[in-house]
Each structure stands twice: as structure tokens, then as C-alpha cells.
């Protein structure tokens, strides 16, 4: 499993128990490792201290010690190595393009080639119900970005412009990266399986969310401030 060098075994297991604690987000999550130095010691902090930090309180602090925490992350510890997942850590290897949103997640998961931090970086998105309009201009807005050099097309792997824009984008040899609203250990919809198995050699697909993370509605509109704040522009290809 590749996680950056600044974090051992026992800091990358500490993150992924932070990520799981109810009620603390990447924000919070972000605010503590930098108060305590690491994830490690943030679950070393004495609850007493632990509870007198701004933001947490009583119940948040209560939380930390759930025995729940632990066994979910040594379950996505296993999943990780099993699967060759990379770890993207905000003190190391993350999109930088990202790391300047507010709400950006602590931990995202990644599977592939692409360089996430490529010189040039487009994502293109759009309505799952396009019309055969908006098919062609997809598929003409991928040729004429082709030029580019350095290019990385970003997308989020949904029915319709996603991935009519996708699948152009593997046909001509561009990288190209799905987000995906749910855990790297299913694909949403079934139907690009095997577009993203393509995507996986050359691009990748990439997601702030745990295995056995499910899709629902809530889960896309996270999935897609990813994929813009890590890109340098975002074409709206079609809407509904």
C-alpha cells in the first residue's frame, strides 16, 4: 500500500479512526491534528482535554473512545492493503490544488496512474440525461483539449456526460480521473465496470469515502466539489 513517507503504520490507522469518529468532519479533523501534532496523539489527548477543546465538547470527546471507531478502521486498513489503495493524506501526498477548500476531506483514497497534480487539469461534467447535442460537443470539447500538454481530465464516472466524456478521454490515451460518491469497492452505476477498469490504467479513480460506503443522493454533491476544487477549471458540458 502507498501512503507518504511522513506516515507510519500507526498514523495512517489513527486517521482512518479520525475520519470515523461521529461528528468530527476533515475540518475538525484538520484543526486537531494540528493542535496535538498528529492523529496518533489526538487519541492519546486525556478526555479531559480532549473535551475542553473548541468545537468538541462532552459527547464529541465520548466519541473518540468508541471501540467502534477502531474496528472500522482496521477493517479499511485490511481493504487498503488488499487492493493496492493509495492513502492521500492532507500532510502529504494530496492534490494541492485542493488543500486550499475549507471543506476539503482529511483522507481521500485513490486507485491509479494519473499524476493528480498535472500541469493542466479539466474537469467536465454534466446532466446524466444529455441530448445527442450535447454528446458531440462533449466528445468535441476531449478532442480539442487533447493539445494540451500535460492534460488531466476529471469527471465523475455518472451516466451521461461524465461519461461520454470519460470514455472519449480513453479512446483518445488521455488520463482521465472518476470521483466517485461512494467507496472505491463498488462502481456506481454497474454499467461502467469495465469503463472503470480502463480509467484505472490510464487515470484512476479517486474518492473521499471509506469502503462500504454506499451511493445515495447525498453523497454526489460532496463528490463534486472534489473534482472541481482539484481542477483549474470546470465545463458545465450540459444541464437539467
Excluded: W
Excluded at 490544488?97 to 485513490?110: E, I, K, N, V
Excluded at 474518492?207 to 447525498?218: A, C, G, M, Q
Amino acid at each position: 500500500m502507498n501512503t507518504h513517507p511522513e506516515n507510519d503504520h500507526e498514523e495512517l490507522y489513527h486517521q482512518l479512526a479520525l475520519s470515523y469518529v461521529n461528528g468530527i468532519g476533515g475540518k475538525m479533523g484538520r484543526m486537531l491534528i494540528e493542535k496535538f501534532g498528529s492523529a496518533t496523539n489526538v487519541f492519546k489527548v486525556p478526555l479531559k482535554e480532549l473535551k475542553n477543546t473548541d468545537g468538541i465538547g462532552e459527547i464529541k470527546a465520548k466519541a473518540f473512545k468508541d471501540s467502534a471507531v477502531f474496528a472500522y478502521a482496521e477493517k479499511e486498513m485490511a481493504f487498503l492493503m488488499q487492493h493496492d489503495v493509495k492513502v492521500l493524506c492532507l500532510a502529504g501526498t494530496y492534490p494541492q490544488r485542493l488543500t486550499g477548500c475549507s471543506d476539503a476531506p482529511l483522507l481521500m483514497f485513490y486507485k491509479g496512474t494519473a499524476d493528480l497534480e498535472a500541469k493542466k487539469i479539466v474537469a467536465v461534467v454534466g446532466t446524466r440525461k444529455n441530448t445527442d447535442y450535447g454528446h458531440k460537443l462533449c466528445e468535441d470539447l476531449i478532442e480539442g483539449l487533447q493539445s494540451l500538454e500535460g492534460l488531466l481530465v476529471v469527471s465523475g464516472l455518472a451516466l451521461g456526460i461524465d461519461s461520454i466524456a470519460h470514455k472519449k478521454c480513453v479512446q483518445l490515451g488521455i488520463p482521465t480521473v472518476g470521483v466517485l460518491g461512494h467507496g472505491l469497492d463498488t462502481i456506481y452505476p454497474y454499467s461502467n465496470k469495465a469503463l472503470a477498469a480502463q480509467m484505472i490504467e490510464n487515470g484512476g479513480l479517486l474518492s473521499e469515502f471509506p469502503s462500504r460506503t454506499i451511493p445515495d443522493r447525498t453523497k454526489f454533491p460532496m463528490r463534486n466539489r472534489i473534482g472541481a476544487g482539484m481542477s483549474d477549471v470546470t465545463v458545465v458540458v450540459e444541464s437539467n
